[in-house]
């Protein structure tokens, strides 16, 4: 079993920031690539940025220049440091990872619970 938990969301005003972690644990053998989902009232889930094992990144337009997604990998972990935030990155935001978990070096997709982002005066 692989579970992911994030932490690090909530609510703040406009032009604020706001750091989130999503850490792995379990029978991981490898994590390739990890990424940040989410998805607002109303509307499907999107992708908001990605980063591969070798730390190459990609991110929605709609961030670029505002978000920044990294990773330890000793630690199994994601964050994603949000600034700049807008009422429209309301939503609950997800981590996602593709593990490598032993045994049998099986491939899953692992999510984790989600963790709500507000923004508002």
């Known amino acids: 079993q692989v579970h992911m938990v994030e932490s690090g969301g909530g609510l703040v005003q406009p032009g604020g920031s706001l750091r989130l972690s999503c850490a792995a644990s379990g029978s991981i053998f490898v994590i390739n690539d990890m990424g940040w989902y989410r998805q607002a009232p109303g509307k499907e889930r999107e992708l908001v940025a990605s980063?591969?094992?070798?730390?190459?990144?990609n991110s929605v337009d709609s961030v670029k220049g505002r978000f920044t997604i990294s990773r330890d990998s000793a630690k199994n972990t994601v964050y994603l440091q949000m600034n700049s935030l807008k009422p429209e990155d309301t939503g609950v935001y997800y981590c996602?990872?593709?593990?490598?978990?032993?045994?049998?070096?099986?491939?899953?997709?692992?999510w984790g619970q989600g963790t709500q982002v507000t923004v508002s005066s």
């Open positions: 996602n990872a593709e593990v490598v978990a032993t045994p049998g070096f099986r491939r899953l997709e692992v």
């Open positions: 980063i591969t094992r070798g730390g190459s990144t």
